[in-house]
């Protein structure tokens, strides 16, 4: 047998994405360390602030979009840490760069199945830790639609700074000093437009800004991502 | 355009050769690893890299597959720069470095599954009849944690099998496989320079292949 360029059935872009993707579902599934602990404390940080500041539910209902949205960006930064680094580590990574596919849509994949196992499962718990925090009923859809946009946002800003930080031995509160900063406009955002249905007006503002920094953020993160990668594999 | 690019390989004495590289240097730290490092590697042939430990093998195994870019001099694909067509260049490279590219919670056909299919299409078969081929034949459904570090090795050895790449970029394959696989690898080496591929590969350990040629680093 002769190798000829012909003969080589090469994958589609879109294959090798949902191959990309699969693969890292499935990881996480192996691995449901990764996926249930930043869930887990995300739902005890929730359950801290009754506790600690007071069960009086005027009181809790007045703070339960900050708390949510908090706890939120700290569960997503405690996810981040597993998202290039296992890779890293057994060489995975060295492979993705190799593909003939532009690395921009390799990363995304890995993006969307970060966030699939652990953005998404935060926000479906949502409603269940604002019905403790006594949320009056009229922010519940803008919340959940808020995070919806919100969390997807986590994901592909934190993919950045690990991306950077991957190949540093140890890094500690690095990836926090880089990552905080940068979700500041989310938080703010995605606690305004919960602020705004309680005070019964449109949050569809906000909200079309936060869609507005998804789009910024799904064309532009990537790309970033990926140099970073390059860079810290180099 | 075109003029430019026929101007510039007929400076390039080796146009021709699959993979050849001009004037390479490399520093690091203030030590220079090599410089005016010039070689060709041609379709039908076997490559072996040499060095003392820290004379740069791996960096040199790293740059000539795009991973390193510290380097000055230039790089070519078919008489190409690689910087133009790293597509079509990662498109027919297999590299196999110190790290095996295999998770461990995954079994060996779930590994293959996504590596494989970053280059080409493959199905199950294939990368079952790769798998016997290197020694793992009833190894396929256990997670990679429970191999040992040369059946590690052996699964990314595997894909060597099921992928048609024309290049083979191979760093220290050898270290951990016993003395069937180390045979095993060389008759693969053989193969893949017999039906027109190439490969790059640095060890110590002394390779029986008669296309072999030989670089020397440090």
């Known amino acids: 047998m002769t190798i000829e360029q012909s003969t080589i059935k090469q994958t589609t872009m879109a294959a090798a994405f949902i191959a990309t993707l699969k693969r890292d579902l499935l990881i996480s599934f192996k691995k449901k360390n990764d996926v249930v602990n930043p869930f887990m404390f995300f739902v005890i940080v929730v359950s801290l602030f009754p506790i600690g500041i007071s069960p009086d539910s005027d009181r809790l209902s007045e703070i339960a979009a900050g708390v949510i949205w908090i706890s939120v960006l700290l569960a997503s930064m405690l996810s981040m840490d597993n998202l290039y680094r296992s890779d890293y580590e057994d060489g995975s990574l060295e492979q993705l760069l190799l593909s003939p596919h532009p690395l921009f849509f390799m990363v995304l994949a890995k993006n969307l199945s970060h966030w699939l196992v652990s953005g998404l499962p935060v926000v479906l718990i949502s409603p269940l830790l604002a019905y403790m925090l006594n949320l009056p009923q009229a922010a519940y859809f803008t919340l959940i639609c808020s995070l919806l946009i919100g969390t997807p946002i986590m994901s592909l800003v934190g993919s950045i700074a690990v991306a950077l930080t991957v190949g540093l031995g140890s890094r500690g509160l690095i990836l926090a000093v880089i990552t905080l900063p940068m979700s500041v406009p989310v938080l703010i955002f995605g606690t305004l437009s919960v602020q705004a249905s309680l005070n019964n007006t449109s949050p569809a503002g906000y909200l079309a800004l936060m869609l507005a920094m998804l789009a910024v953020a799904v064309s532009l993160a990537p790309l970033a991502s990926a140099t970073a990668l390059r860079i810290s594999v180099n | 355009m075109s003029s430019a690019i026929s101007e510039s390989l007929r400076d390039e004495p080796n146009s021709q050769a699959m993979l050849s590289a001009q004037n390479l240097f490399c520093e690091r730290d203030e030590r220079v690893l090599f410089s005016e490092l010039n070689f060709?590697?041609?379709?039908?042939?076997?490559?072996?890299?040499?060095?003392?430990?820290?004379?740069?093998?791996?960096?040199?195994?790293?740059?000539?597959?795009?991973?390193?870019?510290?380097?000055?001099?230039?790089?070519?694909?078919?008489?190409?720069?690689?910087?133009?067509?790293?597509?079509?260049?990662?498109?027919?490279?297999?590299?196999?470095?110190?790290?095996?590219?295999?998770?461990?919670?995954?079994?060996?056909?779930?590994?293959?599954?996504?590596?494989?299919?970053?280059?080409?299409?493959?199905?199950?078969?294939?990368?079952?009849?790769?798998?016997?081929?290197?020694?793992?034949?009833?190894?396929?459904?256990?997670?990679?944690?429970?191999?040992?570090?040369?059946?590690?090795?052996?699964?990314?050895?595997?894909?060597?099998?099921?992928?048609?790449?024309?290049?083979?970029?191979?760093?220290?394959?050898?270290?951990?496989?016993?003395?069937?696989?180390?045979?095993?690898?060389?008759?693969?080496?053989?193969?893949?320079?017999?039906?027109?591929?190439?490969?790059?590969?640095?060890?110590?350990?002394?390779?029986?292949?008669?296309?072999?040629?030989?670089?020397?680093?440090?």
Not at chain 2, 92 to 108: E, F
Not at chain 2, 129 to 145: D, N
């Open chain 2, 40 to 218: 060709a590697l041609d379709k039908g042939q076997v490559l072996q890299v040499q060095g003392s430990n820290g004379s740069g093998k791996t960096t040199l195994m790293r740059i000539l597959c795009g991973l390193n870019d510290s380097y000055e001099g230039s790089i070519y694909w078919h008489g190409e720069k690689i910087e133009r067509q790293t597509e079509s260049f990662f498109a027919s490279l297999l590299y196999i470095g110190h790290r095996a590219g295999v998770s461990k919670v995954l079994t060996p056909i779930e590994n293959l599954r996504w590596s494989c299919s970053l280059k080409q299409q493959i199905d199950d078969e294939q990368i079952l009849s790769a798998l016997a081929e290197v020694g793992l034949r009833g190894f396929e459904e256990s997670p990679c944690y429970t191999l040992s570090a040369g059946q590690q090795q052996r699964v990314s050895l595997a894909r060597l099998l099921a992928s048609p790449a024309q290049l083979w970029v191979l760093d220290e394959p050898f270290t951990t496989l016993d003395r069937t696989g180390v045979a095993l690898l060389e008759k693969m080496l053989q193969t893949q320079a017999a039906s027109g591929g190439a490969v790059l590969v640095t060890t110590h350990h002394k390779l029986d292949i008669p296309a072999l040629n030989i670089l020397s680093l440090g």
